[in-house]
């Protein structure tokens, strides 16, 4: 028997719709902070003065701190439906059932998108208090031009072996976690045709793995370069 605890969307319907939009939304958010950290291929000054631009433009644009907010929201909201979405389904099925047949007609990604999407929660909480935290609250030093200093804190990070190989691990699990996410969260809000969803499942596939596999290359970029020694 399917459990009737409405929890905090009303019902398991709403719950899957918020958890595909929100998704979705954050899918947007990645592709915008990725277009914002490939100018950390850029070093010496020049990308520094540059990144530092960047990053004051996204704390005090008043649009962009609105969905700054607005991404916050999602990442709480995401997070909160799928723990539901979880706990929902393990106790709907029938455990013999679920042991039996588990590997048929599933991906691991799919079985394992609570544990992906913890993990994905951790990165972003050990992220934020790494970056977002020391950009608004921490003693950040200033470049040329007056702004803080955000790119030398970035790339000290990645000058880590320890931290450029936990960002790794972390992405590789956002990108098995964007695998069947992205795809699934079409179909979720009615948007499937035996047309054009085989063309959306390869598209968000391509998307889960290209967008995480910038972010790393990224982050190996720093660590190899080192471009911080230069300053």
Known sequence: MASTS????????????WMAATGLFLCTFLVGHLLGNLQL?????????????YGKFMTTFPLVKILSYLTYASVILHTVDGIMLARQNRAARPVGYVKENQGINTSWASRKMALLGLLTLFFIVVHMKSFWY????????TDPNGNKDLWT????????????????????????????GASSAFQSLGVNHPKYTPLINKMMTAFAWLIPAGFIAVAIFLFVVQPGQEL
Do not use: D, P
Request: glycine share 12%; net charge negative; proline share 0%.
């Open 41 to 53: 291929f850029v070093i010496g000054e020049e990308g520094q003065l540059a990144f530092n631009e």
């Open 153 to 180: 804190l970035t790339v000290t990070a990645f000058e880590q072996w320890w931290y450029t190989a936990f960002y790794v691990v972390a992405l590789a699990g956002l990108a098995l976690h964007l695998s069947h």
């Open 6 to 17: 409405k929890g905090l969307f009303g019902s398991s319907l709403a719950r899957k719709y």
């Open 134 to 141: 020391e950009m608004h609250f921490g003693k950040l030093g």
